[in-house]
């Protein structure tokens, strides 16, 4: 089984990767289950049909907190996608960490993720604060190869090498950085800066997505870019991106080498 941790910045792309890549996984014939880690519940949306909201798996131990049934919290989505949002507290109350870590002891507990056959199981996680409940998918061992999405924004940076100092410490989960995604805000990037910050990570960048204004028609109709338009080169380059996470031998993977904050400052000066 393959287990893939999508981590990043809020609005860097990370959701898009996330779904994008489990929507080319259920394509290939795969069975997938898809988990959204983030308060909003916004990630699966790009993988279901029909206008019904999602009940989150907070929301489902809310109403019940003794159920032992995962229907109301596993979603239906195109191409076999089993589809799952944590959900969160209301905005201002509550720890939104501490909904994603009970919604994985609840998966766990469920033996959802074992006991379901999949072939892959993909989280999108907030990445802007690695705390203890947003680590869960390490801290827990759930995820296996994680993937930092990055913009060339010197915030997007920051958040990857919080994220990367996470992997770090749960390395002895069996937790390894793959590498990152480089989501382009502008078409000059200069991708030297960024092939060098993931040389300081002592990782690689897996590929770079293009601005692209199919992936924003794609969204408008809740699709991701590889179903809305399969021949299209951004759809080619996740599709690459897809089998490039398949082909990462996680025996192989070294610690990443995050920088100190002082370190980082001085590289995003340079």
Request: proline fraction near 5%; include cysteine; charged fraction near 20%.
């Amino acid at each position: 089984m393959e287990r893939i941790a999508i981590y990043g910045k809020g609005g860097v792309g990370k959701s898009v990767v996330a779904t994008s890549l489990s929507a080319y996984y259920a394509g290939q014939g795969k069975r997938v289950l898809h988990i959204g880690c983030d308060p909003k519940a916004d990630s699966a949306v790009r993988l279901m049909d029909g206008d019904s909201p999602m009940i989150t798996v907070l929301q489902a131990l809310a109403d019940n907190p003794n159920t032992t049934s995962t229907e109301s919290i596993l979603h239906a989505g195109r191409n076999g996608i089993d589809c799952c949002e944590a959900g969160g507290p209301e905005p201002g109350v509550g720890c939104g960490g501490r909904g994603v870590a009970r919604t994985l002891e609840f998966l766990d507990e469920m033996e959802v993720i074992e006991s379901g056959g999949y072939d892959a199981v993909v989280f999108d996680v907030l990445g802007d604060v690695v705390c203890g409940g947003f680590a869960a998918p390490l801290r827990q061992g759930f995820a296996q190869k994680v993937i930092i999405v990055v913009s060339e924004e010197p915030m997007a940076l920051f958040a990857a090498n919080n994220i990367s100092k996470a992997i770090h410490t749960y390395h002895a989960n069996g937790v390894v950085l793959g590498g990152l995604v480089a989501s382009l805000k502008t078409t000059d990037v200069d991708r030297s800066v960024l092939e060098r910050f993931a040389q300081a990570l002592s990782t690689q960048v897996l590929a770079y997505i293009p601005r692209d204004p199919f992936i924003t028609q794609a969204e408008r109709e809740r699709k991701t870019i590889v179903e809305h338009s399969p021949d299209s080169p951004t759809a080619k380059v996740f599709a690459s991106l897809a089998e490039r996470i398949l082909e990462i031998d996680p025996a192989k993977m070294g610690l990443p080498t995050p920088l100190s904050e002082k370190q980082f400052f001085e590289f995003i000066r340079e």
